[in-house]
């Protein structure tokens, strides 16, 4: 089984990016399933019901979430219907959608993490062992922890180790170098990155964001234009253990 995750998708450069390279992707790579984060998607926070089909319909299985998840009220139905758009599962009881995405024989556990991200999320790891106390053994599991610090991540990579097929991590945008299969078989990568306008501060405007960091006034962020960088990893997995025998990045630039 090889399967591609794609970074945090921003905004309609990075959208725009994923829709015109996915398909060709997926026969180059052989790919039998992608996923991709999707939670920074429209106008670079949240996702609607529009750019969640788009990326769907160029052949993404799955769409993952985080922080920005429920930027968008009316999107919330969606969230509770799609069988192929996730939300954190460590969100406290009554969040709308679902945290656990389940597609032919993979599956795909969302988590948040609680490290500087600014919310009191529920525990990501007692989290996910209740997800996998009810799961069958004979899955591939794919992981995504969106998370801002590096240490939780590889904590939640090390206590995964054998259990799951690949942790990958999510939310900082900017591509990690430390891809690795752990010694269980496990897939790590601290994060996969993004999509999104390559000349950015992690997909928004260049100029904008030194003009908050510079006045400290709380200026609007919009997301940036121009050439696109698509980040991602490919891993490759036994069929008969479920488990990693290969993690490779997939960079590319987007003209």
Not at 191 to 204: E, K, N, Q
Request: hydrophobic share 40%; glycine share 10%.
């Amino acid at each position: 089984m090889r399967m591609l995750f794609l970074g945090d998708i921003v905004g309609s450069c990075g959208r725009e990016a994923v829709v015109k390279t996915v398909p060709e992707l997926r026969r180059e790579l052989r790919l039998d399933y992608v996923i991709a984060n999707g939670e920074n998607c429209t106008n670079g926070r949240g996702l609607n019901a529009r750019h969640a089909d788009e990326l769907l319909d160029c052949g993404i299985d799955v769409i993952t979430g985080g922080n920005h998840t429920f930027q968008h009220r009316e999107f919330y139905p969606y969230l509770d219907a799609s069988a192929c758009v996730s939300r954190p599962l460590n969100y406290p009881p009554g969040a709308p959608g679902h945290g656990i995405i389940e597609i032919g024989d993979l599956v795909v556990v969302n988590l948040i993490g609680r490290v500087f991200m600014g919310a009191d999320y529920d525990d990501p790891f007692r989290a996910v062992d209740e997800a996998l106390a009810g799961m069958s053994k004979n899955r591939f599991i794919l992981v995504d922890l969106h998370a801002e610090a590096t240490s939780e991540k590889q904590a939640m990579g090390w206590y995964l180790d054998g259990r799951v097929t690949t942790v990958v991590g999510t939310h900082t945008h900017v591509p990690t170098a430390d891809h690795r299969l752990l010694p269980h078989g496990t897939a790590y990568c601290s994060d996969a990155g993004m999509c999104g306008a390559r000349d950015s501060v992690i997909g928004d405007d260049v100029q904008a964001v030194i003009s908050r960091f510079v006045t400290q006034m709380p200026t609007r962020l919009p997301p940036a234009e121009g050439v696109a960088v698509l980040n991602g990893i490919v891993v490759e997995a036994d069929n008969t253990t479920k488990r990693a025998i290969s993690i490779e990045r997939c960079d590319r630039v987007i003209c």
